[in-house]
């Protein structure tokens, strides 16, 4: 059973910095994109980065500038190194992967880990 497992998030004081690290495991022989969503209290879920397993990446203009996306795609691991972090950037981040081709030679798709916490806050 593959499985996405988020890690790194903490509580900082503005402008601070975290690293978010997103690990697969199961048999897995590719991922597609991979990305980080993030879900504040009261909003909707929304993209913060995403990259493909080429390399190339796409930011939320929230982020732009302040966040890094980048993948291991030997570990299949995705991470998130999060820079200049404000109050606004508070929420759970989800890791997410589009497809990847499992046991049998069979592409699951849309798979999501549970959440890891990050609250930003003097």
């Known amino acids: 059973q593959v499985r996405l497992v988020e890690s790194g998030g903490d509580s900082v004081q503005p402008g601070g910095s975290l690293r978010l690290s997103c690990a697969a495991s199961?048999?897995?022989?590719?991922?597609?994109?991979m990305g980080w969503y993030r879900q504040a209290p009261g909003k909707e879920r929304e993209l913060v980065a995403r990259i493909t397993g080429e390399g190339s990446k796409t930011y939320a203009d929230s982020v732009e500038d302040r966040f890094t996306i980048s993948r291991d795609n030997s570990k299949q691991a995705v991470y998130l190194q999060m820079n200049s972090l404000k109050p606004e950037d508070t929420a759970i981040y989800y890791c997410?992967?589009?497809?990847?081709?499992?046991?049998?030679?069979?592409?699951?798709?849309?798979?999501w880990g549970r959440g890891t916490r990050v609250t930003v806050s003097s």
């Open positions: 997410n992967a589009d497809k990847i081709l499992t046991s049998g030679g069979f592409w699951g798709y849309d798979y």
């Open positions: 199961g048999v897995i022989y590719q991922i597609g994109v």
